[in-house]
């Protein structure tokens, strides 16, 4: 079955940066496209970023846009998220999250982020 574990997320200081990595496995990584979804406290699911199967192309919210990156090692299954010049707004549970316009788009766990002085 499908499994997608996240991990990375810490609290740090505004300014500071953190990388979440996103374990994929019990389907074929390199074919799926990938996003990451983030939840803040009390408030809905946020898209952030996608990246195509092949890792060509990548899309991203305006609120991250110049300060994250994804990316993606389809060879070792891993998705990522590097996160510079971080924001007490971008305190969430961030999601990785597997074909998220499918009918059946599959979640991790989630890993959380706080960003706070």
């Known amino acids: 079955q499908v499994q997608l574990v996240e991990s990375g997320g810490d609290l740090v200081q505004p300014g500071g940066s953190l990388r979440l990595s996103c374990a994929a496995s019990?389907?074929?990584?390199?074919?799926?496209?990938m996003s990451w979804v983030r939840q803040a406290p009390g408030k809905g699911h946020e898209w952030v970023s996608s990246?195509?199967?092949?890792?060509?192309?990548?899309y991203y919210a305006d609120s991250v846009k110049g300060r994250f990156t994804i990316s993606r090692d389809n060879a070792k299954n891993m998705l990522y998220l590097q996160m510079n010049s971080l924001k007490p707004e971008d305190t969430a549970v961030y999601f990785c999250?597997?074909?998220?316009?499918?009918?059946?788009?599959?979640w991790g766990q989630g890993t959380q982020v706080t960003v706070s002085s």
């Open positions: 999250v597997k074909d998220r316009h499918s009918s059946s788009p599959s």
């Open positions: 019990g389907f074929t990584f390199s074919r799926a496209l």
């Open positions: 990246i195509s199967s092949g890792g060509i192309s990548t």
